[in-house]
């Protein structure tokens, strides 16, 4: 299956580079921003386009961004019409477009006016491209996307260029899992309690895009060595009152949402719905260890069983904007997130320990039966003001956000000896937490001159976690009893206070655009875990983007960013998870937060075609690196409690870590029906240590989709992803394959889509193989986890439009727009 993947794959490069879509010399362009004739805010995601004169068809186009503003390149010398369309808006026609060889036509602000009669339905009919690579971030808009419809958030991100998630829904970022995830540009504790959940709690049809940011500026929070990820929810700007569901329903998912959106003038407000729940999957697993001590003797311990998971969510919230005065703009948002997930099963063991000879000294069997529930609960609300000048792009915002979670978790597992007449032990546990945090921001923007602006501001994070933990230990008479040793409760406290200041510019007749800053952030942690004692510390990050184009469809973008990676209250809590008493896993309060410097180097290129190619390389250096080690105990003691034949894994700051790794993605139209879309990305990391020998692994991801137009009103869409195994540290991780189809209706005028979905359909577990080791043991487990499915999707909009009249003659007309909300991220 690998070497018909890897085929078709340089196929499809064989036909990108030999795809007739060049670009020719002389050709112009044509720029703009459209904006709303009442509200004089941008408009944004209108649909523009492009026609030579005489024909009814257009032949090029494109979306306008989040400040209404759009850029038409690679236009041959004409003379053309151009129409801009959004929804609830009377149509824009400018004739006579004139476009010179080489030169720029700029057609300012284009007022789109509100439509003043009453729609009884809703025909959406504007799209974005899937893939926007901006200079500061690459977008990747969820809603084309068909064969992750029916499933989560995670789903859409196993699409999104140089992301990459394994089957356990751990998340990378080019390769790396240290990722600052934030919803609507705003951090949620609903991350903080398990990322993995949170991530397949999210319906993919609640998704409006994925923004993947991996060289983030000074206005951006300096956590997360490997970027930023955020993910905007939908929401309308529409005017009226209009919404839609949408429904899914297969063999081992279910979810389904409800949307409604309401405006009226200057008022509106969004609601939503949504719930999803992953059925009862059962997976297997087989472990085969062999321990060696100092005498010679050979342990080996064999675990062969199996695991059944289920897990449900659902979400809900509603938010408010009033566009106050042209100038001045209110948000605010509550929403509710609720995820829960139980697992238990079965594993026999068997444990040998034999003499340097070969003779046996020991045998012993055992049944360990295991089960587990999580649930979380977690409430977010933000204010959001943002005031705008007369002077264009002069604007102030403050935000206010805070996020509360609750959470649970409930243990039990018990392990019966089948020989050896050794007591049966076994323990359970309930720890209950919550987590609270607040982030409150300034963010000011001063246009200096045409091409020289400054921005500066400050921001704090306040975080509170409380946790506690009680632990019950099976008596000899098969009763529990507390275990004071392991009972306890902690209080954790970060406080992060930041400023700061950065510049963006135009410089040498606009041949260069620059964008540097400095952020300064102080940390002070607080945990009172016995003997701990965690130092403030500070941090400086500078960071800098240096982008040129070199011609009207190709650029090149340099950036360096300095970021660290601050360890959560789970990385340092020294509570032992013992739910599995030979693999035994604890936090270290010890650790220090991971340095990182980053460097990246990108190039783009559109082809007059429509075909769009992105290739990045990177380079990134590590210090006090983060990192899980495993260390073999004989008899691991905790809490006057021996433990025999057992790897204890902690993560530690061990050495280094550089990785050097590049990424490609190409997206090619073939003929008016079929698109083809690549990423490939690959990397190579070294981790460099004082106690153990230099590891250099090298791994790669690619993956292929193909759409195909059949007619006006049916779709379909084949993906297909493999990622490579890599050597780390102490071993590999396994290499898997995963592979989609899907194919959609739309019916009732557009307003109605039904779709089929089948997930792996020939496979029904994916198979992952990896290995473990150090120098006194040797570990490979295989896991078969189940992730064949199908599936069917219902959608439907609906909605009845009353638009606003347009403002009195005394009201001012300018083209001071503010921009959507960013915060100080």
Do not use: C
């Not at 209080?491 to 510019?505: D, E, G, M, P, Q």
């Not at 433990?643 to 790794?661: D, M």
Request: hydrophobic residues 30%; charged residues 15%.
């Amino acid at each position: 299956m690998r070497s018909v993947f890897t085929f078709f794959f340089f196929l499809f490069i064989s036909a990108f580079i030999n795809v007739n879509a060049q670009t020719g010399n002389g050709k112009g362009k044509i720029n703009g921003k459209v904006t709303d004739a009442a509200t004089k805010l941008p408009v944004d995601y209108a649909t523009v386009s492009l026609f030579k004169q005489g024909s009814a068809s257009p032949f090029n186009g494109i979306s306008t961004d989040a400040k209404g503003n759009f850029n038409i390149e690679n236009v041959p010398a004409g003379d053309y019409k151009l129409t801009v369309d959004f929804l609830g808006y009377t149509r824009s026609t400018i004739e006579h477009v004139i476009v010179n060889a080489g030169g720029s036509a700029a057609l300012g602000n284009i007022l789109l006016k509100p439509v003043q009669n009453q729609l009884s339905t809703v025909n959406v009919t504007a799209k974005a491209p899937i893939i926007e690579n901006r200079i500061d971030k690459m977008v990747y808009n969820a809603a084309n996307d068909l064969t992750a419809q029916g499933g989560v958030a995670i789903d859409v991100l196993k699409k999104v260029p140089q992301v990459t998630v394994d089957i356990d829904g751990n998340v990378e970022l080019q390769g790396n899992s240290n990722i600052r995830f934030l919803i609507n540009g705003k951090p949620s504790s609903i991350f903080g309690a398990s990322l993995a959940d949170a991530l397949q709690s999210i319906p993919a049809s609640q998704i409006k895009s994925i923004e993947v940011v991996t060289s983030p500026g000074a206005k951006y929070d300096a956590a997360g060595t490997g970027g930023i990820i955020n993910i905007i929810l939908k929401d309308s700007k529409v005017s009226g009152v209009n919404g839609s569901i949408n429904a899914a329903a297969g063999t081992r998912l279910e979810n389904g949402s409800l949307n409604l959106n309401a405006r009226k003038g200057n008022f509106g407000v969004n609601a939503y719905f949504s719930g999803n729940a992953q059925l009862k999957t059962t997976g297997k697993s087989a472990n085969d260890r062999s321990s060696y001590n100092t005498t010679g003797d050979t342990t080996r311990l064999l675990q062969n069983g199996s695991n059944t998971s289920q897990r449900s969510s659902y979400q809900t919230g509603i938010s408010f904007n009033w566009a106050i005065t042209p100038k001045d703009d209110l948000t605010a948002s509550l929403g509710f997130n609720h995820f829960g997930n139980h697992n238990y099963g079965l594993t026999n063991q068997q444990e040998t320990q034999t003499a340097a000879d070969g003779s046996l000294i020991s045998q012993l069997l055992s049944l360990r039966n295991s089960d587990s529930r999580f649930s979380a609960n977690s409430t977010d609300y933000s204010v959001n003001y943002k005031k705008t000048f007369q002077k264009e792009g002069q604007e102030l915002e403050v935000l206010y956000s805070s996020s509360y979670s609750k959470n649970t978790v409930n243990y039990f597992q018990e392990q019966d000896y089948l020989s050896g007449g050794y007591q049966a032990t076994g323990s359970r546990g309930n720890n209950p937490g919550n987590d609270r945090e607040t982030n409150i921001s300034v963010d000011y923007t001063q246009p200096v001159t045409k091409n020289f602006t400054l921005e500066g501001g400050a921001k704090a994070v306040i975080e509170n976690l409380k946790n506690t933990v009680n632990t019950d230990t099976l008596l000899a008479d098969r009763t529990y009893a507390n275990n004071a040793d392991q009972t306890y409760g902690f209080n954790y406290k970060r406080n992060i206070y930041a400023v700061y200041l950065s510049t963006s510019a135009s410089l040498f007749h606009n041949w260069l655009d620059v964008k540097a800053g400095l952020r300064n952030e102080y940390t002070k942690t607080t945990a009172d875990f016995p003997g701990v004692n965690i130092p403030g510390y500070n941090t400086l990050a500078p960071s800098a983007t240096l982008s040129h184009k070199l011609t009207q469809t190709q650029s090149i973008k340099l950036s360096y960013n300095y970021r660290i990676e601050r360890p959560d209250y789970g990385e340092i809590n020294p509570f032992y998870n013992i739910s599995d008493p030979h693999n035994i896993s604890t936090g270290n309060p010890n650790l220090k937060p991971e340095v990182s410097h980053g460097i990246e180097l990108g190039y783009n290129k559109s082809f007059e075609g429509g075909a769009n190619v992105y290739i990045g390389t990177f380079y990134r250096h590590n210090i006090d690196d983060i990192q899980p080690y495993t260390v073999p105990y004989d008899l691991l003691t905790i809490n006057g409690r021996d433990y025999p034949n057992v790897l204890l894994t902690q993560r530690s700051n061990i050495g280094t870590q550089t990785s050097i790794g590049g990424n490609i993605f190409a997206s090619v139209p073939v003929g008016s029906k079929l698109n083809l879309r690549t990423n490939a990305f690959l990397v190579s990391r070294t981790n460099d240590n004082p106690g153990v020998n230099r590891v250099t692994g090298f791994g790669y991801r690619v993956n292929l989709n193909a759409t195909y137009q059949f007619g006006h009103d049916l779709t379909a869409e084949a993906f297909g992803n493999y990622n490579s195994s890599q050597k780390n540290l102490q071993g590999t991780r396994p290499y898997f394959l995963f592979y989609n189809f899907a194919i959609r209706k739309q019916f009732l005028n557009k307003k109605a889509s039904l779709g089929l979905l089948a997930s792996n359909p020939f496979n029904k577990y994916v198979n992952m193989r990896s290995n473990t080791f150090g120098p006194t043991f040797n570990q490979i487990n295989l896991r078969q986890a189940p992730v064949q499915s199908f599936g069917i999707t219902l959608s439907y909009k609906f909605g009845k439009l009353e638009f606003a009249k347009e403002k009195e003659k005394g009201d001012k007309e300018d083209n001071d727009t503010p921009a959507p909300p960013e915060g100080n991220r």
